[in-house]
């Protein structure tokens, strides 16, 4: 059965503009042990990652910036309990606006 999922992606108040939870290989596994729902996300790193990558190119395809947050899980978890968030898609979909708006909202030094 095919997956339906947000891959966490949320968009920034209809500004074109999207974070997407970026997974690095080696803190799969233990996102896998953190989400409440396991069998939401895919199996291996792999199956995701070319979910993920097929995701990126279709909102881009279609004009949407999308910018790719580097999640670490530690630090995602810490989030959701200081949001009283379970740890799932939406929360981690949160959690990469709420990065990506952070880092819009930086003024930066030239």
């Known amino acids: 059965m095919k997956k339906v999922r947000k891959a966490g992606t949320r ?23 953190a989400f409440v729902d396991p069998d939401v996300l895919e199996a291996t790193h792999a199956e995701w990652f070319e979910f993920a990558t097929t995701k990126f190119n279709e909102l881009e395809a279609v004009g949407v910036r999308v910018f790719k947050v580097d999640v670490d ?11 009283g968030l379970s740890v799932d898609d939406e929360s981690a979909a949160a959690f990469a606006a709420h990065k990506v708006q952070r880092m819009l909202n930086t003024p930066r030094e030239f």
């Open 11 to 33: 968009l920034e108040a209809n500004l074109g503009r999207v974070g997407m939870a970026w997974y690095r290989p080696e803190q799969w596994q233990p996102l896998r042990q």
């Open 73 to 83: 899980i530690e630090e995602l978890i810490g989030w959701c309990r200081d949001q």
